[in-house]
Nanobody
Framework: QVQLVESGGGLVQAGGSLRLSCAPSRSIFSIRSMGWYRQTPGKQRDMVASITSGGSTNYADSVKGRFTISRDSAKNTVYLQMNSLKPEDSAVYYC???????????????WGQGTQVTVSS
């Protein structure tokens, strides 16, 4: 069973930076898109940033110019560099990836367990 393992969340002051990482728990056959979502209590989970296998990126308007998504294809790892953090960025951040675990499997979406990011004012 494939799991996405996240790391890098924590507590930071407004204006600070954090870097999130996410990778599958074991080797897999192939990955397509990778991305980050965030969710606060009582609200829906929203896309923050995504990156395709070809390196094309997409960002939520609220994070453009402050967050940068990147991926290391050799390590099947996706990163989210978050700069100039604001209190409103506080949320649980979830990694998402479209994965084909083995050559005989179908493509499907996987989610990480979530990592808390808290930005104090």
């Amino acid at each position: 069973q494939v799991q996405l393992v996240e790391s890098g969340g924590g507590l930071v002051q407004a204006g600070g930076s954090l870097r999130l990482s996410c990778a599958p728990s074991r080797s897999i056959f192939s990955i397509r898109s990778m991305g980050w979502y965030r969710q606060t209590p009582g609200k829906q989970r929203d896309m923050v940033a995504s990156i395709t296998s070809g390196g094309s990126t997409n960002y939520a308007d609220s994070v453009k110019g402050r967050f940068t998504i990147s991926r290391d294809s050799a390590k099947n790892t996706v990163y989210l560099q978050m700069n100039s953090l604001k209190p409103e960025d506080s949320a649980v951040y979830y990694c998402n990836s479209n994965i084909r675990p083995n050559w005989r499997d179908d493509w499907r979406d996987y989610w990480g367990q979530g990592t808390q990011v808290t930005v104090s004012s």
